[in-house]
Antibody
Framework: EVQLVESGGGLVQPGGSLRVSCTASGFTFSEYYMDWVRQAPGKGLEWVGRIRNKANSYTTEYAASVKGRFTISRDDSKNSVHLQMNSLKIEDTAVYYCARGGRYYDTSGYSYFYMDVWGNGTTVTVSS | DIQMTQSPSSLSASVGDRVTITCRAS??????LAWIQQKPGKAPKSLIY???SLQSGVPSNFSGSGSGTDFTLTISSLQPEDFATYYCQQYSTYPLTFGGGTKVEIK
């Protein structure tokens, strides 16, 4: 069974740091892109960032709201992806989901990645 | 950034009804659009990708259509388990962006 399990959430003060992780099972983790998406209380979904696979040099993309503060990394030997969050703000309070970047090919042969499997999320609360 | 606008933001419907949700992109995204379902207190779930391709295991009463800037999610016959919030999401261009969501409630 394909599964993603997040961990590491908790309460942190404004300006503090926290690392959340996502452990994958049931598929060849190293082949996939991985995303982080968050959801503030009572709000919609917000993409946080993406890390590509080794074939694409583990490059990353970030939302403007977190760029320079958050860093995504991965450890393919442990089937895990991490989100290091620094300089946390109250508005970073949210449930953080990891999602697998499922790949498909269009008619031209180009590959695209969409979020096809989601974890259950971990809650991060930034408060004094 | 590409803005994704969903309408309506909420709707009330009965079991068996046909439901249509629309999503408009602020610029053309070809067909790089996904639909995602989220039930209260639960994780999101992928329904459709490439605007009209059904995710494995998703019931066939869900369908998607559209290209360019205008997209539609249709539930042909609403079932009790379909009451949820639905989001569209574009993956044509970074940053990836979501619509604001459409909450489907019981009438």
């Amino acid at each position: 069974e394909v599964q993603l399990v997040e961990s590491g959430g908790g309460l942190v003060q404004p300006g503090g740091s926290l690392r959340v992780s996502c452990t994958a099972s049931g598929f060849t983790f190293s082949e996939y892109y991985m995303d982080w998406v968050r959801q503030a209380p009572g709000k919609g979904l917000e993409w946080v960032g993406r890390i590509r696979n080794k074939a694409n040099s583990y490059t990353t993309e970030y939302a403007a709201s977190v760029k320079g503060r958050f860093t995504i990394s991965r450890d393919d030997s442990k089937n895990s992806v991490h989100l290091q969050m620094n300089s946390l703000k109250i508005e970073d309070t949210a449930v953080y989901y990891c999602a697998r970047g499922g790949r498909y090919y269009d008619t031209s042969g180009y590959s695209y990645f969409y979020m096809d499997v989601w974890g259950n999320g971990t809650t991060v609360t930034v408060s004094s | 950034d590409i803005q994704m606008t969903q309408s309506p933001s909420s709707l009330s419907a009965s079991v068996g009804d046909r439901v249509t949700i629309t999503c408009r992109a602020s610029q053309g995204i070809t067909n790089y659009l996904a639909w995602i379902q989220q039930k209260p207190g639960k994780a999101p779930k992928s329904l459709i990708y490439a605007a009209s391709s059904l995710q494995s295991g998703v019931p066939s009463n869900f369908s998607g259509s559209g290209s360019g800037t205008d997209f539609t999610l249709t539930i042909s016959s609403l079932q009790p388990e379909d009451f949820a919030t639905y989001y569209c999401q574009q993956y044509s261009t970074y940053p990836l962006t979501f619509g604001g969501g459409t909450k489907v409630e019981i009438k």
